[in-house]
């Protein structure tokens, strides 16, 4: 059954202003699941305005009761959870239980940003001159816009609004068309915790027609983007000439490291849910292996013994393991890749094509496949390919293992896969990214930590954590002299 969506815009479900609509597809079958609005700039300024009008109350709200809306939002989306993530399952193709898990992330982020409120800490300090406070204070920064992608429709989303929202700012968000309905679900249940009208605004459309606009627009100082590196540097680049502050979360090609003493069952178990969970679609996926020559042979057969035997389907099917690709241009991209890989020589021990048997023909399915043989710089190496595509290079030992690694012009998760507790530790310093596991596989942050890549990855904010209301606050200094007389910094106070 096909529903019809709004955008909300000033606390109101309204569609674009052209009337334009579009359709979000089950990337498993091709079904439509719903109409959303096709927006333009005109919904983008509406929403700006509501927005940049909503913010001159909304920052004087006391942050604890901020938080306690958002902290409601986290109460509801627990009891949603189950629907929400077959929702998601259906508009995104990932199986049920990670769905489930990209909510529970959004519910963690609901508690965890909530708690903010109450803390949200500045600095208190002596002043180096006598009857004279010094402190700082966070505080907002006024309009955010925030896009995001659409493998990660709902935590991704909450990893930004509820921190910015707790901090008393206002926002604009601008979904991935590929998701639009859990960005819906999102802005209905923050209302129905109580966000007054106008502090969170979502208007759908393409990132040409919503997205551009919204950074290009002089009210809104912030940007916290998530997606693909040549669009977050355009962004970057069109933000930067404005003065703008832009976080930016982009791609990864995240490496798995084993060496020659690793348990090799934890190792592939780690391989596999790492490549082709979310059907390789997360952007701490596992897309490089980085095999020891001691142990290389052994694991490429049981990695791709295991990546043959993974089940693909539609992700309600409980005993799915692999869903589609999200649409019809990531799954030709997979192709495209591997013919590059093909063609520069490497094997392939699994997969290497679509999945049409059956019911499968309706959507956009590859097989699982691993690449053998592959040169450390060759281009399936080294470029994102965001799909189920998993690369396996050989190398000599330790040391090369971490140069490979660091090689990359991406650098979000690595991992390591050892039980010689110091080189763990050597890697532990030594791995060029923003994360980094031992004995596990690269994905499964938590939200708690910083998250965040280096290098080409992002412009050096991080997410969640103790960090996650960084990218949202400005610092503000406060002096408050009370001698009564005029105090000269660093001249009156020689001693
Ligand atoms: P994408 O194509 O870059 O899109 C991301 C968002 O930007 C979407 O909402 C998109 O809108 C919008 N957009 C596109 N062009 C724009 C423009 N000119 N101005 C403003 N906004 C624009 O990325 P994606 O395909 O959705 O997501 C996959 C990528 O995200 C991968 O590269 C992955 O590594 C990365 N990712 C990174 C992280 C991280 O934390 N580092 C996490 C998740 C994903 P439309 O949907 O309408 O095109
Ligand atoms: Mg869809």
Aim: net charge neutral.
């Amino acid at each position: 059954m096909s529903h019809s969506f709004q955008n909300f815009i000033g606390g109101r479900w309204v569609p674009a202003r052209s009337g334009r609509t579009f359709a979000n597809l089950d990337p498993a079958t091709g079904e439509t699941l719903g109409e959303f609005p096709a927006s333009g700039p005109e919904d983008v300024n509406d929403a700006i305005e509501a927005a940049a009008k909503a913010f001159a109350s909304w920052r004087l709200v006391p942050a604890p009761k901020r938080a306690e809306v958002v902290f409601r939002a986290g109460e509801i989306i627990r009891q949603r959870k189950a629907d929400l993530a077959r929702a998601m399952t259906g508009e995104m193709g990932k199986v049920l239980a990670e769905a489930g898990g990209d909510v529970q992330e959004g519910i963690d982020m609901a508690f965890y940003a909530a708690g903010e409120g109450r803390r949200m800490h500045g600095v208190t300090t002596p002043s180096e001159m006598p009857d004279k406070w010094a402190m700082s204070v966070r505080v907002p920064i006024g309009v955010t816009g925030v896009i995001t992608p659409w493998n990660f429709p709902f935590a991704i989303p909450t990893w930004k609004l509820m921190p910015a929202l707790v901090a008393g700012n206002t926002a604009v968000f601008k979904p991935a068309t590929d998701t639009p309905e859990l960005a819906g679900h999102l802005a209905a249940i923050l209302a129905e915790a109580g966000l007054p009208a106008g502090v969170l605004n979502l208007v759908y459309g393409s990132g040409s027609q919503v997205g551009d606009p919204l950074v290009a627009d002089p009210r809104v100082p912030a940007i916290s983007f998530t997606g693909s590196t040549d669009v977050g540097l355009g962004i970057s680049s069109r933000a930067g000439a404005l003065g703008k502050r832009v976080a930016l979360e982009m791609g990864g090609k995240n490496a798995i490291l084993v060496l020659d003493d690793a348990d090799l069952t934890l190792a592939t178990e780690a391989i596999l849910w790492s490549a082709f969970g979310t059907t390789g679609q997360r952007c701490t996926a596992c897309s490089r292996v980085l095999a020891h020559q001691r142990v290389h042979d052994e694991l490429v057969q049981r990695v791709a013994d295991g990546a043959r035997a993974l089940r693909l389907g539609h992700g309600l099917d409980p005993a799915t393991q692999v869903g589609p690709l999200v649409n019809r241009a990531q799954l030709e991209r997979v192709e495209d890749y591997v013919r590059i890989g093909r063609a520069a020589g490497a094997s392939v021990v699994a997969g290497g094509e679509r999945a049409s048997e059956g019911a499968l023909a309706k959507g956009h399915f590859h097989r699982p496949t691993v690449f053998a043989g592959v040169a450390a710089d060759a281009r399936i190496a080294v470029e994102e390919i965001f799909g189920p595509v998993l690369a396996v290079v050989k190398v000599k030992d330790f040391a090369e293992a971490v140069r490979v690694n660091n090689a990359s012009s991406f650098g979000l998760s690595a991992s390591i896969f050892t039980r010689d507790v110091q080189r763990a530790f050597a890697a532990m310093r030594d791995l060029e990214t923003g994360i980094v596991y031992v004995n596990h596989g690269t994905t499964g942050a938590e939200i708690h930590l910083p998250f965040g890549g280096m290098r080409g990855t992002g412009n050096g904010h991080r997410e969640a954590g103790p960090t996650l209301l960084d990218p949202f606050t400005e610092w503000k200094s406060v002096y408050v002299d009370f001698s009564g007389r005029l105090q000269r910094a660093q001249i009156d106070n020689q001693i």
